[in-house]
């Protein structure tokens, strides 16, 4: 069963190392455990909905109160304290694109807006409703979620947007493929969900991202059905897939998806090198994209993240000793861990893994065999699931990310994660940072930052460090003008930064295309573009 206010299944818990506890108290202060309201206590919170009766739509409190946020950390801090203040009227569950049509049509007639909702796991706010006189619906896309067709010959998979990725995947490897997309988020999100945010894979160095694998679809907007076919490639005018990707659920509902799927890849190794800074891992790691290994995952920590890394593996006698030998092959504090992943047939995975460590050893690193890859591949996606832990011990983590050119990295990064480590100074409260490369590319590379604070007693001033900090690092990036959103997406959270990337007129001529797809603005108000912003 779903956690109502937290990550991921009720009944699973990821426990840090006993060392990890210490080291981040160590690091920020003991944490202040929260006092968090409990379910039965926060359902009462739910008003009476303002919603006019439909079949597809249950009212019932439960079911709005558990679609009333995602996974930001200002949700985390509403469900949690329950200050959630805005809930949906109710929640819809369709099943077909006919009942698709008719929520559309309800809601035109009776004025009312909708909000897809496929797993739930934004972290920017995409699924929040906001305030207003009119009534909001989710659209829990849970049920639209099986396999439609698969051709064999093309390997084109096509699904009902609502499938969760496990399910995905277990539907293509009976047909001996994958998909190869696995966002940390991958258990519990869904296809139209990565499509509508143009979310990015763990492999998609590999696989591609949603870009590269999304083929066609169907969207059902409150103008009509705009059907996208699936051609391999098409020089007919603009590419209306590009429309929809990123959409956010503002110019329609996903119902369905055509993918391009792959074979299963007859081996698959995952490896861990250490380099003696990041500057020299950055250097090894842009050589080895830049020369189109064939790689499926490039990952470089920064050494403040290889630091919490290794505390929060645990193992700590086989840490000292690991440490020993990076002491005796020259490599200080300042280490940085590269994880290098390679799939494919087994020739090419041999041959990948070969050119990868002759380029890492022109840089001097260290090969520690194939444990830390096996050790992430494994965790992979339990890790969110200390988000639960560190909160319940008092302290909150978020994360954030960007995308530059390699020429900007250095300076770029170095500006966010002091914006971080001081953003909280002036109430005396210290913050730990630590980032890591984790989608790299042959002009540029993601950034991707996790951060950490004490939680205080007021939720209040827990949102106000959040907000004080969020602010800030996105005025770095979008100074040094980087992406505001290399994989999370847009929602609320980034909307005030998301002009100064587009233009005025970029800004224009998407909310053209939201007024044509959507001409009484009824679908998900509020994000990717303000409600004023599609007036103008």
């Known amino acids: 069963m779903r956690r109502w206010n937290g990550w991921g299944d009720s009944t699973v818990s990821y ?18 455990p929260p006092r968090d309201i409990h379910y039965p206590d926060a359902v009462k919170l739910v008003p009476p909905s303002r919603a006019s009766f439909h079949k597809q739509i ?89 396999l439609k067709h698969f051709d064999e010959t093309s390997n084109l998979a096509t699904f009902g947007a609502g499938i969760a990725g496990p399910d995905l995947e277990a539907h293509l490897r009976a047909h001996d493929c994958t998909l190869g997309h696995f966002p940390q988020s991958f258990e519990l999100s869904t296809l139209g969900g990565w499509i509508v945010t143009r979310s990015c894979g763990q492999q998609s160095l590999g696989y591609g991202r949603i870009e ?35 959409s956010e659920g503002r110019m329609g509902i996903l119902t369905e998806a055509t993918v391009r799927a792959t074979q299963l890849p007859e081996k698959e190794e995952y490896f861990a090198v250490f380099l003696r800074d990041f ?42 000793v690991l440490e020993k030998y990076f002491s005796l092959r020259g490599l200080s504090c300042e280490k940085c861990m590269l994880l290098i992943g390679v799939s494919g047939y ?19 690193a260290v090969y520690v065999g194939k444990t830390f890859g096996r050790e992430w591949h494994k965790n992979r996606f339990r890790t969110p699931y200390l988000r639960n832990a560190f ?30 480590n001081h953003g909280l100074d002036d109430i005396g409260e210290k913050v730990h940072v630590f980032t890591h490369l984790s989608q790299l590319y042959a002009s540029g590379s993601s950034i991707y930052t996790t951060y950490i604070f004490r939680l205080h007693e007021n939720p209040a ?15 770095v990036i979008t100074s040094h003008q980087a992406t505001i959103s290399h994989q999370h997406g847009i929602g609320t959270d980034h909307l005030p930064y998301l002009a ?9 001529v998407i909310a053209d295309i939201c007024r044509r797809l959507d001409p009484q603005q009824i679908m998900n108000p509020g994000k990717l573009i303000s409600l004023s912003g599609c007036a103008d």
């Open 279 to 320: 500057e020299t891992g950055c250097q090894a790691a842009r050589e080895m994209i830049q020369a189109r290994l064939p790689l499926c995952l490039l990952r470089l920590s920064c050494a403040n993240e290889t630091t919490t890394t290794l505390v929060l593996a645990g193992h700590q006698k086989i840490i000292e």
């Open 212 to 246: 590269k694998l999304f083929a066609g679809g169907r969207l059902e907007s409150p103008a009509g059905s705009l059907v996208l076919p699936a051609f391999p490639a098409s020089a007919a005018g603009p590419d209306l897939r590009e429309v929809i990707m990123g």
């Open 500 to 508: 100064q990337e587009k233009g005025k007129l970029g800004m224009k």
């Open 461 to 475: 001033e827990n949102l106000r460090r959040w907000q004080v900090l969020k602010t800030a690092v996105s005025e």
């Open 58 to 146: 249950s009212t019932e409190a439960s079911g709005r109160l558990c679609h009333a946020r995602g996974q930001s950390l200002p949700d985390w801090i509403a469900m949690r304290s329950g200050q959630i203040n805005i809930f949906p009227d109710g929640v819809a569950y369709p099943s077909t694109d006919e009942d698709i049509r008719q929520l559309l049509d309800w809601a035109d007639r009776t004025k009312a807006f909708l909000i897809p909702y496929g797993g739930g796991t934004s972290v920017a706010g995409h699924v929040n409703p906001l305030a207003g006189t009119w009534p909001v619906i989710t659209v829990d896309m849970s049920r639209m979620n099986g």
């Open 346 to 364: 087994e020739g090419i995975v041999r041959a990948a893994r070969r050119e990868a460590l002759e380029i890492a050893d022109n840089y001097k």
């Open 391 to 420: 909160w319940e011990m008092g302290y909150a983590i978020d994360t954030l990310e960007t995308a530059a050119d390699w020429e900007k990295i250095p300076d770029l990064l170095e500006d966010m994660e002091s914006a971080l």
């Open 15 to 32: 426990l840090p190392a006993p060392g990890a506890v210490s080291f981040i108290a160590e690091k920020i202060g003991a944490g202040n």
